[in-house]
């Protein structure tokens, strides 16, 4: 069966510091991946989306990068953390139209 | 492009009430519609969803959801709740046609449930 992995659960980091979460699933090929924020009262904003290695579209314009350096790998990174950069983070996959999947999210306290 | 508008960002039943929760979509073509569920400091995981056929569309949990095109809405219920139930719920529509597939939510809905 398929499964995704992201870590790390929780972080706190200082302004200006890097940031890598980092995303993986098992059990598909080929998958899509997606990294989405979360903050408080904004429902879910779609960050970056992949349907290949090193093929990686960015929805919205910010601070953040993201790579995707195996077929089933997903990283999300930051040279300098912003404030703003809070928020509860979301990789998740898919292989159809009919379903996306998650993973259990990443909580990134900057201070 | 498509969006999703969910009505209520807050809302409280009494243990085994019914409930509603109410979903309405913008798109100029053909949709495919979900509801996903979050518990608390986790990730999101599918209620159910519709794609095509009946417009009553049934998941898990015992909740239930209803597409209605002319109204393009989705509203999603369940005839009596449990406190297990509390969580947030997601709307979200994807283009059912060619193209890449990007899931867009609403901002969500937090049903409380109270004993």
């Known amino acids: 069966s398929q499964t995704i992995h992201q870590w790390p659960a929780t972080l706190v980091q200082p302004v200006g510091s890097p940031l890598s979460l980092e995303c993986t699933v098992e059990g598909t090929s080929n998958p899509n991946l997606y990294w989405y924020r979360q903050a408080a009262g904004r429902g879910l904003q779609l960050l970056f989306y992949?349907?290949?290695?090193?093929?990686i579209s960015s929805e919205v314009p910010q601070n953040l990068s993201a790579s995707r350096p195996q077929d089933r790998q997903f990283i999300l990174s930051s040279k300098k953390l912003l404030l703003s950069d809070s928020g509860f983070y979301l990789c998740?996959?898919?292989?159809?139209?009919?379903?996306?999947?998650f993973g259990e999210g990443s909580r990134l306290t900057v201070l | 492009a498509q969006s999703v508008t969910q009505l209520d960002s807050q809302v409280p039943v009494f243990e085994e009430a019914p409930v509603e929760l109410r979903c309405n979509y913008s798109s100029s073509v053909s949709v495919y519609l979900f509801w996903y569920v979050q518990y608390p400091n986790q990730g999101l995981q599918l209620l159910l969803k519709y794609l095509s056929g009946s417009t009553l569309v049934k998941g898990i949990n015992g909740f239930e959801a209803e597409f209605n095109k002319s109204q393009t809405s989705f509203h999603l219920r369940k005839p009596s709740v449990h406190i297990s139930d509390t969580a947030e719920y997601f709307c979200?529509?994807?283009?059912?046609?060619?193209?890449?597939?990007?899931?867009?939510f609403g901002k969500g809905t937090k049903l409380s449930v109270i004993p």
């Open positions: 998740a996959w898919s292989v159809t139209r009919e379903e996306l999947f």
């Open positions: 979200a529509v994807t283009l059912s046609g060619a193209g890449s597939y990007q899931l867009t």
């Open positions: 992949s349907i290949g290695i090193d093929q």
